[in-house]
C-alpha cells in the first residue's frame, strides 16, 4: 500500500526566504506526483505536475523535483510572500490507476 | 468554465438523518472523484468513476456509504444513517488525463 509523508507538517518564515518542502512515497511504482495547494475552507489548486519520467517541472517561483527510484519530491519555493501561506500536498498517482494518494500536507506561513 | 461545483457547501444534520451531497464535474472530464479530509486521517479517496461507471470504491467506509454517478454530468454521495463521525469535508474532483480539479467542497457536521 502506498504511504505518502510530508516533513514538516508546518513551517513558519519571513518574507523573501527561499523554502523546501519534502515529500517521500513508498512504492516507487507510481505515473505521476503532483503538488497542489490548499487554502483554509478551500479546494485544491494543482501547482505542478511531474510524469514518473521527469526529473523537475518549474512554474514561476515554484519548482517542483522528482526522484523515484528514492522515493522522494521536494517544493521549492523562491522568495517566498505572504501570499503563499497555505497548506501545500503532495500526491501520487499510481500506476495503472487514477487513484491518488495524499500526503498530509505541510502548513506553511510566511510572515510578512 | 465554472469548476467542479459541489453542493451544498456547507451542512448541518442530526445524527441519523440521511444526507445527499451533489458534484457536478467539469464538462468533457471523464473521471470523478470522491474525496474525505480530516485532520485525523487527512485526504482519503472513498470512490471513483470513470466514463459513469463505479472503478474502485475501496475507500468507501462502510454500507451506509453509497455513491452515483447517472450520468456525466452529475454525481451523488449518499450517507444513510449519518453518524458523527461522518463529519468532514467532502471533496468532489474531475479529470482528463492528468490533473484533477477539485471542487471547493462540502463542510459536514453530523450533530
Known amino acids: 500500500k502506498q504511504e505518502v509523508t510530508q516533513i514538516p507538517a508546518a513551517l513558519s518564515v519571513p518574507e523573501g526566504e527561499n523554502l523546501v518542502l519534502n515529500c517521500s512515497f513508498t512504492?516507487?511504482?507510481?505515473?505521476?506526483l503532483q503538488w497542489f495547494r490548499q487554502d483554509p475552507g478551500k479546494g485544491l489548486t494543482s501547482l505542478l505536475l511531474?510524469?514518473?519520467?521527469?526529473r523537475e517541472q518549474t512554474s514561476g517561483r515554484l519548482n517542483a523535483s522528482l526522484d523515484k527510484s528514492s522515493g522522494r519530491s521536494t517544493l521549492y519555493i523562491a522568495a517566498s510572500q505572504p501570499g503563499d501561506s497555505a497548506t501545500y500536498l503532495c500526491?501520487?498517482?499510481?500506476?495503472?490507476?487514477?487513484?491518488?494518494?495524499f500526503g498530509e500536507g505541510t502548513q506553511l506561513t510566511v510572515n510578512p | 468554465d465554472a469548476g467542479v461545483i459541489q453542493s451544498p457547501r456547507h451542512e448541518v444534520t442530526e445524527m441519523g438523518q440521511e444526507v445527499t451531497l451533489r458534484c457536478k464535474p467539469i464538462?468533457?472530464?471523464?473521471?470523478l472523484f470522491w474525496y474525505r479530509q480530516t485532520m485525523m486521517r487527512g485526504l482519503e479517496l472513498l470512490i471513483y468513476f470513470n466514463n459513469n461507471v463505479p472503478i474502485d470504491d475501496s475507500g468507501m467506509p462502510e454500507d451506509r456509504f453509497s455513491a452515483k454517478m447517472p450520468n456525466a454530468s452529475f454525481s451523488t454521495l449518499k450517507i444513510q444513517p449519518s453518524e458523527p463521525r461522518d463529519s468532514a469535508v467532502y471533496f468532489c474532483?474531475?479529470?482528463?488525463?492528468?490533473?484533477?480539479?477539485f471542487g471547493q467542497g462540502t463542510r459536514l457536521t453530523v450533530v
Open positions: 464538462s468533457g472530464h471523464n473521471s
Open positions: 512504492d516507487s511504482a507510481i505515473y505521476n
Open positions: 511531474i510524469q514518473s519520467s521527469q
Open positions: 474532483a474531475s479529470s482528463l488525463g492528468d490533473r484533477a480539479s
Open positions: 500526491a501520487v498517482r499510481h500506476k495503472g490507476g487514477s487513484r491518488l494518494t
